[in-house]
C-alpha cells in the first residue's frame, strides 16, 4: 500500500459478498473465496476455534482462514453441495460485516491545512491561547493540535485492506470532473474564532475553529460531491453514515467544516486499570479563552488538495500520510 461496538452488522460491503462466484471441480466439490480482511478474522475463528468448528458442523463444510501475519485478505470454504458452501458464505459475511461495524477508523478523508504560512499563524495562536488560560482547569499544552495535523475532517473511513485502500484511492480521484466543475477560482479560507461541542464553557472536551472565506461554500459543495461518491461506490454503508450525522433526517448535507484545535484526547496518562486506554476524558476549562478569541482571525490559506489520511504514523513534516490526494 503506497502512503503519497457488539452493534448490528456493517452493510457496506454486503453486496460484494453477495456476488461472490461458487464454482464447482471436477471432483464434485464446490468453493469459494470470501475476501475477508485479515484484522477480522479472528472472529470466525473465535475462542479456541470454537466459532469455526461450529460453522464448519452446521453447514457441512471445510472453512480455510489464513493463519496470523500472512497478510491474506480472505477465507476459502469448501463444501459437497453449493447449498451448504451459501450456507457457509452467508454465516461469515454477517460476521464479518458485524465485527466491521466494532473496528477502529483506519482513515479519513479530509481537507490538509497544513500550508507553511497556516502552520506558522497556529503556532503563534497556540503561544497566545497558552498565555491567556494560565491556571485554567484541565488545560495542559499537550491538548492543542500539531499545527502540521491541522485539517478540516470530511469523514472517517474504515479501509481494512490494500484493496479498500485502492478502491477508495480511485473513487476519490474520479471525483475530479465534478470537482472541477465546481470550482471557479481559488478556494481561499480563513479559521476564526474559537467554538465548542457542548453546553458548559467550564468543561470543555473540543475546541474548534470556525471556518469562513469567499472558498468556504464551494468546499463545503466539493466535500458534499465527494461523499456522495464514497457513499455510491460502497465506502460509506447507511449505518456509517447515520453514525457520523453526514446527512439530516430529510437526506440533505450535515457536514459542518470544522478545524479542531484543542482535544482532550490528546491527554498523556488517560488510561485505565493495567495500563490499558480507556474513553475516560478530563475536560478542560475554555472559559477564558472564548472570551478573547472568540471572533479573533487565525489565518488564511488557500486549498490545494482533498486527501485520505491514515489515522497512524506521520509523513516527513509531521503531518498525516496521506494515500491519496486530489488537487483542486
Keep these: 500500500m503506497n502512503v503519497v461496538e457488539d452493534d448490528e452488522p456493517n452493510c457496506n460491503f454486503v453486496d460484494e459478498h453477495d456476488a461472490i462466484d461458487i464454482t464447482e471441480s471436477d471432483d464434485g466439490q464446490f468453493s469459494c473465496r470470501v475476501p475477508a480482511p485479515a484484522d477480522l478474522h479472528a472472529v470466525v475463528i473465535g475462542k479456541g476455534r470454537a466459532t469455526l468448528q461450529k460453522l464448519e458442523k452446521e453447514t457441512g463444510t471445510s472453512i480455510s482462514v489464513p493463519?496470523?501475519?500472512?497478510?491474506?485478505?480472505?477465507i476459502t470454504i469448501s463444501g459437497p453441495s453449493e447449498s451448504s458452501v451459501s450456507a457457509a458464505r452467508t454465516?461469515?459475511?454477517?460476521?464479518?460485516?458485524?465485527?466491521?461495524?466494532?473496528?477502529?477508523?483506519?482513515?479519513?478523508?479530509?481537507?490538509?491545512?497544513?500550508?507553511?504560512?497556516?502552520?506558522?499563524?497556529?503556532?503563534?495562536?497556540?503561544?497566545?491561547?497558552?498565555?491567556?488560560?494560565?491556571?485554567?482547569?484541565?488545560?495542559?499544552?499537550?491538548?492543542?493540535?500539531?499545527?502540521?495535523r491541522l485539517h478540516l475532517t470530511l469523514t472517517m473511513l474504515k479501509l481494512l485492506t490494500p484493496e479498500e485502500c485502492d478502491h477508495?484511492?480511485?473513487?476519490?480521484?474520479?471525483?475530479?470532473?465534478?470537482?472541477?466543475?465546481?470550482?471557479?477560482?481559488?478556494?481561499?479560507?480563513?479559521?476564526?474564532?474559537?467554538?465548542?461541542?457542548?453546553?458548559?464553557?467550564?468543561?470543555?472536551?473540543?475546541?474548534?475553529?470556525?471556518?469562513?472565506?469567499?472558498?468556504?461554500?464551494v468546499v463545503h459543495r466539493i466535500s458534499e460531491h465527494i461523499i456522495q461518491s464514497f457513499i455510491e461506490a460502497g465506502l460509506l454503508g447507511q449505518e456509517e453514515v447515520a453514525r457520523q450525522r453526514l446527512l439530516s433526517d430529510d437526506g440533505a448535507?450535515?457536514?459542518?467544516?470544522?478545524?479542531?484545535?484543542?482535544?482532550?484526547?490528546?491527554?498523556?496518562?488517560?488510561?485505565?486499570?493495567?495500563?490499558?486506554?480507556?474513553?475516560?476524558?478530563?475536560?478542560?476549562?475554555?472559559?477564558?479563552?472564548?472570551?478573547?478569541?472568540?471572533?479573533?482571525?487565525?489565518?488564511?490559506?488557500?486549498?490545494?488538495?482533498?486527501?485520505?489520511?491514515?489515522?497512524?504514523?506521520?509523513?516527513?513534516?509531521?503531518?498525516?500520510?496521506?494515500?491519496?490526494a486530489l488537487r483542486v
Design 253 to 324: 448535507s450535515n457536514i459542518k467544516l470544522h478545524a479542531t484545535l484543542v482535544n482532550s484526547k490528546y491527554r498523556k496518562g488517560r488510561g485505565g486499570k493495567g495500563g490499558k486506554a480507556n474513553d475516560t476524558r478530563e475536560p478542560f476549562d475554555a472559559s477564558t479563552m472564548l472570551d478573547l478569541h472568540s471572533d479573533m482571525p487565525i489565518g488564511s490559506m488557500t486549498v490545494t488538495s482533498i486527501a485520505i489520511s491514515a489515522m497512524t504514523g506521520s509523513a516527513h513534516n509531521g503531518g498525516y500520510k496521506h494515500i491519496s
Design 67 to 74: 493463519r496470523k501475519g500472512q497478510g491474506v485478505h480472505e
Design 91 to 148: 454465516r461469515i459475511t454477517i460476521l464479518l460485516d458485524s465485527a466491521r461495524g466494532r473496528a477502529d477508523y483506519t482513515h479519513f478523508l479530509n481537507v490538509p491545512l497544513n500550508t507553511p504560512e497556516m502552520i506558522t499563524s497556529m503556532r503563534k495562536f497556540q503561544q497566545n491561547l497558552l498565555s491567556d488560560c494560565v491556571g485554567a482547569a484541565g488545560m495542559s499544552p499537550e491538548l492543542l493540535v500539531e499545527p502540521a
Design 168 to 217: 477508495a484511492s480511485a473513487t476519490l480521484q474520479g471525483c475530479a470532473p465534478g470537482v472541477s466543475a465546481l470550482l471557479s477560482g481559488p478556494l481561499n479560507l480563513v479559521l476564526v474564532g474559537l467554538e465548542y461541542m457542548n453546553d458548559d464553557p467550564q468543561a470543555v472536551d473540543v475546541l474548534y475553529a470556525k471556518v469562513e472565506g469567499e472558498g468556504s461554500e
